[in-house]
């Protein structure tokens, strides 16, 4: 149980698998008003950026499960090397099972809803775990602009226009499930170029190094193709963000 060994590549030199800066990630968390010893279950907790710097700025504490061993092993050095070992803990398994032991007051998913089906599976997953009262995370893509044909769609990583909601759809949606919108901190279009060409580099200085991988053929044609599709489709159409939720 892994992920592709090309996500790892790709984002060999990223804390933060999701087009938001360490800035924004910091907005986030102060936005959130978060006390010490909040308890927060984080799925597909990437490289554990979220837990550690949030344990070292606002003494949160809680658990990541992700599916990367990668990732996971990337997560706990950065604890020890935050000296926040002490408070959170990185899993490697299938976070689209994962329930909390006991509930948690924040319990989030930043940018890999596939593993509840979508939205709403994902909301209703991350409930499971969530006290009554508390916080709940998710990041998700939107449609920054109407999308006018099928080849933007799928340069934007989507199957059809009707993957994504525009931003006040994708709200709506978060309604229409019974949450309240309490906060939202987005992305901007300088966010995605520093999540998306930070990648190309990963892929270009990997594929020197490894010119004769099984992977190094598909790496070149990503290279070949990503930097253009990107400016052309995603940069324009596609924003993401992290919302913040509370049940009513």
């Not at 950065?78 to 002490?86: E, F, K, N, T, W």
């Not at 990648?199 to 070149?220: I, M, S, T, Y």
Request: aromatic residues 8%.
């Amino acid at each position: 149980m892994d992920l592709p060994r090309i996500f790892t590549l790709r984002e060999s030199s990223h804390r933060i698998h999701n087009p938001f800066s360490s800035e924004k990630l910091a907005t986030l968390g102060r936005a959130l008003r978060l006390a010490p010893g909040t308890r927060v279950l984080d799925l597909a907790s990437g490289s554990g950026e979220l837990l550690c710097t949030w344990a070292r700025d606002h003494g949160v504490t809680g658990t990541g499960v992700d599916i990367s061993t990668v990732f996971t092993e990337r997560a706990r050095a950065r604890a020890a090397a935050l000296g926040v070992a002490d408070r959170v803990a990185f899993v490697h398994g299938d976070a689209s099972g994962h329930v909390a032991d006991e509930p948690v007051d924040l319990a989030a998913c930043v940018g890999a809803t596939w593993i509840g089906g979508g939205v709403a599976g994902t909301a209703a997953l991350l409930r499971r775990s969530l006290r009554p009262g508390g916080l709940m995370l998710i990041g998700e893509p939107y449609w920054r602009r109407e999308v006018p044909d099928q080849e933007t769609a799928e340069g934007c990583g989507a199957g059809g226009p009707d993957d994504f909601l525009p931003l006040h759809g994708l709200i709506g949606q978060f309604g229409g499930l019974g949450y309240d919108v309490v906060e939202m901190v987005l992305a901007s279009q300088d966010d995605w170029d520093r999540y998306r060409a930070a990648q190309w580099l990963n892929l270009r200085r990997w594929l020197d190094a490894h010119p004769d991988d099984e992977l190094a053929d598909g790496v070149r044609a990503e290279l070949t193709a990503e930097p253009a599709r990107y400016a052309r489709h995603q940069r324009e159409h596609l924003g993401w963000g992290v919302f913040a939720l509370m049940a009513r």
